[in-house]
């Protein structure tokens, strides 16, 4: 329903941000990562999603289409609210999330504030099968990611899988980072590719 909201930034508080577009203020849940980009009384488009419920109607903006995917991507998990995926971005950056349920990296995960062990290993559990069920099933994707995994070196095949978690297939992701250096860190990889995804 809504994409995105641009206007000037009129407030900031512990995840919230406030963005007036003709006339009317749009309060933004968001997380720490997001406040940190943002400047008071400046300019800024924040990407959204509307969370409705029976109690309420919540709006959250993201810096990036990246954080956006990747907040939508927690809370398809069973037990992680809104709430838990805005935690999870405040701590860690989406690349680092691909990275972590990639590796199955619980102790990172949990660094957030608010999630425990068993969350953790919820994300990581859910988020692999899903990527591992939607490979599965799908005979032209699996030839991409199989192809796309013997045709490079270094750490792109890592690389495909991170992005593969937050829902990126290998025939979306493989054209960009073959032309990235595959010596360079997983994380740099990720967050390269996420960029030129964002642009396009």
Known sequence: MLYS???????????????ECGGVGYSCQTTMNTLRTLKL???VM?????????????LFGFSTKAELDTFKTLISVSGVGPKAGIAVLSELSPE????????DDIKTITRAQGIGKKIAQRIILELKDKLAKSVASDDSLKSVAQGAANAVTGNIPKAIEALGVLGYSPSDVSPILA??????????????????????
């Not at 206007?7 to 995840?15: N, P, R, V, W």
């Not at 924040?46 to 919540?58: C, H, I, P």
């Not at 680092?96 to 590796?103: D, H, K, L, P, Y």
């Open 5 to 19: 909201v641009r206007g000037k930034l009129i407030h900031t508080e512990s995840s919230l941000a406030v963005v």
């Open 41 to 43: 009384g400046s300019e």
């Open 46 to 58: 924040l990407y959204t999603y509307l969370n409705v419920r029976e109690d309420a109607v919540d």
């Open 96 to 103: 680092q999330v691909a990275m972590a349920i990639a590796t």
């Open 179 to 200: 032309l990235l250096d595959s010596s360079l860190p997983v994380e740099q990889l990720i967050a390269q590719t996420l960029k030129q995804m964002g642009r396009q």
